[in-house]
Nanobody
């Protein structure tokens, strides 16, 4: 089956860190750019970060710049999102998705996405 599986979410206190993983099954992750986005209850989906197919280009939305780092290990068919200095407003279900190009990420046009992993930042 062709799918993406997100993991690594959980409960963390403000200022803490989490490392999310996006693992591909049934296809080669290195053929695609990967974006992370998030959605909190009652809120619209927010784009978070993007990495191109070979990892040579990354992009971060302003609200995560300096706090989050996106990376990938194509040999492991996995993309990561290291999240530091977490804030309560980061609380959301986090998803990864495949993109053919950065322009598609900007448009929010993805091919495959996962089930999401819950990130909760609270004292």
């Amino acid at each position: 089956q062709v799918q993406l599986v997100e993991s690594g979410g959980g409960l963390v206190q403000p200022g803490g860190s989490l490392r999310l993983s996006c693992a591909a099954s049934g296809f080669t992750l290195g053929d695609y750019g990967i974006g992370w986005f998030r959605q909190a209850p009652g809120k619209e989906r927010e784009e978070v970060s993007y990495i191109n197919s070979d990892g040579s280009f990354t992009y971060y939305e302003n609200f995560v710049k300096g706090r989050f780092t996106i990376s990938r290990d194509n040999a492991k068919n996995t993309v990561y999102l290291q999240m530091n200095s977490l804030k309560p407003e980061d609380t959301a279900v986090h998803y990864c998705a495949t993109f053919d190009a950065f322009a598609d990420y900007l448009r929010g046009t993805f091919k495959t996405w996962g089930q999401g992993t819950q990130v909760t930042v609270s004292s």
